[in-house]
């Protein structure tokens, strides 16, 4: 009689267990649909700039846990979007994003911290959330990581490491890091130094528009170090830097120009690029440009305008300036 009790107890008990289970499945579906829904309506808002409409429901969502509502919770907060702007609440958020293996927040997380920004600057905390993201294939933080490597930011300074999170983001195609990795091959530098290798990632990242990259493969065409020597394509790559900006290139491509060296010799074109570099405070350039003012080659002569340029040039510490200056007669 106690025995058949029991047992009715017992099946009483597991047939209430599975009911409530069965309850709790339901209510958790039908929590994670709404929470789903929720960050469905605000992503929209968000993407459509109605950052009024899409603000409380990622904030609803990320209450609940929602580790994308969180991060975009973050960034609203950290730009200010229909909230005032809020960079230790913007951290608050990604943190909690990133505890739950969000690679954007931890990438974001590591940069506050990188920067002291909405939290006290912190380069070793801003290390451990880059290797987290950079762990999960985030490219910026691998070449971030990298970059701390290499000068030792919040990690023992380790050129090999360096090299390994640089060539990791370069391969997904990071044109900063395709170029620190040539650079690193040119150099030997973490790396056995490898000519040819590092004309491979310079070309990488010059394709992608890397003016350093398109100078420093302009030069190995220039001379022949690491590629085979090939004037016309120095003077492409080179062009490619100058046009963005980059003086070193456009100095060289000016002296291609004023040589006829693997280009038909123009001195206006040289002049023409001697003065971009100039412009920007290339000595050489200066001296350069100084004496095409001096002689009237590819200028209309005018000595006053090459004594300027000297003198720019002088007032930097340029010797040959300064001596040409003092034979003329002139101060700087």
Partial sequence: MKRS????ILISSLISWNVVGCSFREQRAETQQNLEENYAKALKAYDMKDYDQAFPLFQKAAKQGDQNAQFYLGVMYYNGY???QDKAEAAKWYRKAAEQGDFKAQF????LYYNGNG????KAEAAKWYRKAAEQ???QAQYN???MYYNGFGVMQDKAEAAKWYRKAAEQGDPMAQFNLGSMYNNGNGVMQDKAEAAKWYRKAAEQGNQDAQFNLGLMYDTGDGVMQDKAEAIKWYRKAAEQGNQNAQYSLGLMYYTGDGVMQDKAEAAK???KAAEQGDQDAQVNLGALYYTGDGVMQDKAEAIKWLRKAAEQGESKAQKKLKALGETW
């Fill in 5 to 8: 009790t029991i047992t009715m």
């Fill in 82 to 84: 229909s909230v005032m």
């Fill in 108 to 111: 974001n997380l590591g940069t």
């Fill in 119 to 122: 939290v006290m600057q912190d």
């Fill in 137 to 139: 294939g985030e490219h």
């Fill in 145 to 147: 990581l990298g970059v």
């Fill in 273 to 275: 690029w001697f003065r």
